[in-house]
């Protein structure tokens, strides 16, 4: 997927998120979706990464062009990618955009970190 299908694919994604409580980030190469703190969506050059929860794991992994995510070899579980086949359409997007908000909008909110203090490290 280029940048720019990248970009539009944020921008349909970001139209069908309701604004409760949602921060967009650059993370894990891309542009991660939180609601609440929580990991909902991220959407890469690779395609989409949806935080469906375990409950939700078989029904998504029986969609097309879905598949178990392991981005470091080992299955996240409860998470799911997406290939940018199978969210080409404003209907497939939302349908998994909804499936990923079933689940982490049950989530209990999920605190920020503080951000580790650079004090100590030599400067350069």
Known sequence: MSDLMETVLVERTRAMIPDENVE?????GGTCFM??????LCI?????????GKEQEAEALAKPYASQCRP???????FI???PEGIDSDELLRNWVEMARTYVCALPPNASR?????????TR
Request: overall charge positive; glycine content about 12%; aromatic content about 2%.
């Open 35 to 40: 609601v609440n703190g929580n990991m909902l």
């Open 72 to 78: 470091t070899g080992r299955p996240m579980p409860g």
């Open 24 to 28: 967009q980030k650059r993370m894990f």
């Open 114 to 122: 503080p951000k580790k203090s650079r004090a100590g490290k030599p």
């Open 81 to 83: 990618r997406i290939e």
């Open 44 to 52: 890469s050059r690779r395609g989409l990464m949806a935080r469906v």
